[in-house]
């Protein structure tokens, strides 16, 4: 136990994003998204992501936890945790619902409006990511999503409407919810939903990758730029998905790799956070002759937009191998994986790994020099009610208390600068990667299944009370309930 707590202020809270809970797919002129048009996977089975609605599939964002219409409640649940902060997205679709209308939808603008009312009313922090998986189907389609340089313009001009919009209500931002994924570009499914890329056949993804890229780091830094001219205390950062990477063994190849992926894997926010293409990316860029469309504008625009601090989610470590893949020969990193034994797995195959996440707290801290925050962490697990109606969920308790515990080490022992915890999914919701309602992460339970079935009553896990506890102490007490 620490004698220490985290620093004063320090935001607890958890996290969602619009499309996995919100429900109301096409209420108050809500156009679709890209997430709309993906249905109900499993662990293995990934999702389909159909052209339009088709009848007789399940599409699990349609109607998700139902959060439109429950809120209130849920923020009340919230509260009652404790929550200082909450993290959710603007849906882009409920603002601009095409993505290339010339004025906003009222309507839209009005449901945050009384969303982040309901959090001051209680002392919660939004915390708001643009940019979550929800680009708007039409430009999907119309401009083939961030192939198109015109995307530049359609998602600065939802920024600033929102910036505009929430200037006193909103104080924490981000522009694009873990950019980064997108070095996996050979996964259909984060292709398309980090940039609405849907691939031709034997199409060059990676080239695809990097382009569009390109333009989703320069939409970013005007984004940081407009959000400061706008409000000035605003705090805008990027948002990635933080791994480690381990080499798989001591020898110097592994080692020589996994310093390679690491560099494909965190490029983006080199430039987000740094202003500047890291040399060994310009140069491989340059080698394949890819990312053509790069202007002296665009190198100026990333100067200037620099992020305030890292955002990032933490579900677990990348362990790489020269065997499987030559260092000159990488591509995409998934190829170089390989499992780590000495990590446990969840059901849904992801390996659990608390002390990585003190390794990427320093590892951040050090090559970033900025404020950190953690923005996502969990287990996604099944849980089971009881008789009685209780869920007693110690397994997602025990994942976030030695998360916890080793983040504190980072802040107290290292020194890392540290804004916030939020861990992901607070309340149960739609999984972004399956689809499915059983994966589940909450605090709060949400009576509703795979299938689409269920009251959607929402009931307190043991898990509740245990965060309570912690946020109570300040992260001093990790303990309360554990056997
Ligand atoms: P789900 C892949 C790898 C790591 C994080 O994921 C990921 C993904 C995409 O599936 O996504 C983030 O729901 C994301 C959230 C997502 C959460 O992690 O697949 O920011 O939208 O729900 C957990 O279990």
């Known amino acids: 136990m620490f004698e220490e707590k985290m620093p004063k202020g320090f935001l607890w809270g958890g996290a969602v994003a619009a499309h996995q809970l919100e429900g109301a797919w096409n209420v108050d002129g809500k156009g679709p998204s890209v997430a709309d048009v993906m249905t109900v996977g499993s662990a293995d089975q990934p999702r389909e992501i159909t052209d339009t609605v088709e009848p007789g599939k399940i599409y699990p964002n349609h109607d998700a936890i139902d959060f439109y219409h429950h809120y209130p409640e849920d923020i009340k649940m919230m509260a009652e945790m404790g929550f200082k902060c909450f993290r959710t997205s603007i849906a882009w679709t409920r603002i601009f619902p095409k993505g290339d209308e010339a004025e906003p939808n009222e309507k839209g603008l009005e449901f945050y409006d009384k969303l982040f009312d309901c959090c001051h009313k209680y002392g919660i922090?939004?915390?708001?990511?643009?940019?979550?998986?929800?680009?708007?189907?039409?430009?999907v389609h119309q401009y083939g999503g961030w192939r198109s340089r015109k995307m530049i313009d359609f998602f600065t001009k939802f920024a600033k409407v929102c910036f505009q919009r929430y200037r006193d209500k909103v104080k924490y931002w981000m522009t694009f919810n873990e950019i980064d994924n997108q070095s996996d570009f050979n996964n259909p499914f984060l292709m398309a939903t980090n940039s609405g890329l849907l691939f031709r056949k034997g199409e060059n993804r990676e080239a695809a990758m990097y382009q569009a890229a390109h333009y989703e780091v320069v939409a970013s830094a005007l984004a940081v730029e407009i959000g400061h001219q706008i409000n000035p205390d605003f705090q805008i950062g990027c948002m990635i998905n933080y791994m480690p990477i381990y080499p798989a063994t001591a020898k110097p190849a592994d080692q020589l790799l996994a310093q390679e992926a690491a560099q494909r894997r965190y490029w983006f926010s080199d430039v987000q956070a740094n202003g500047e293409y890291p040399r060994?990316?310009?140069?491989?860029?340059?080698?394949?002759?890819?990312?053509?469309?790069?202007?002296?504008?665009?190198?100026?625009i990333l100067r200037e937009g620099t992020v305030d601090y890292v955002g990032f989610s933490y579900y677990s470590s990348m362990t790489v191998s020269a065997d499987k893949v030559g260092v000159d020969e990488l591509t995409d990193l998934h190829s170089a994986g390989v499992p780590n034994d000495n990590l446990p797995k969840t059901d849904w195959h992801w390996e659990v790994d608390p002390e990585g996440l003190r390794y990427g707290l320093n590892w951040l801290t050090d090559r970033y020099h900025k404020p950190l925050f953690i923005v996502e962490?969990?287990?996604?697990?099944?849980?089971?009610?009881?008789?009685?109606?209780?869920?007693?969920?110690?397994?997602?308790?025990?994942?976030?208390?030695?998360?916890?515990?080793?983040?504190?080490k980072a802040v107290v022992l290292d020194g890392v600068d540290l804004m916030g915890y939020t861990p992901w999914g607070c309340i149960d919701l739609v999984s972004a990667g399956t689809g499915q309602m059983d994966k589940r992460y909450g605090f709060i339970y949400v009576d509703k299944n795979d299938k689409g079935e269920g009251s959607l009553k929402r009931s307190r896990k043991d898990s509740f009370y245990w965060f309570q506890h912690v946020i109570e102490s300040n992260g001093a007490d990790l303990d309360y309930g554990v056997k």
Do not use: C, W
């Open 125 to 139: 922090e939004p915390v708001i990511t643009l940019s979550h998986f929800e680009i708007p189907l039409h430009l």
């Open 280 to 300: 060994e990316v310009e140069t491989y860029l340059q080698r394949k002759g890819y990312r053509q469309d790069i202007t002296t504008a665009d190198r100026m």
């Open 377 to 408: 962490n969990g287990m996604g697990a099944y849980d089971k009610v009881t008789a009685d109606g209780k869920i007693h969920d110690d397994y997602r308790i025990d994942y976030l208390r030695q998360h916890i515990s080793e983040m504190e």
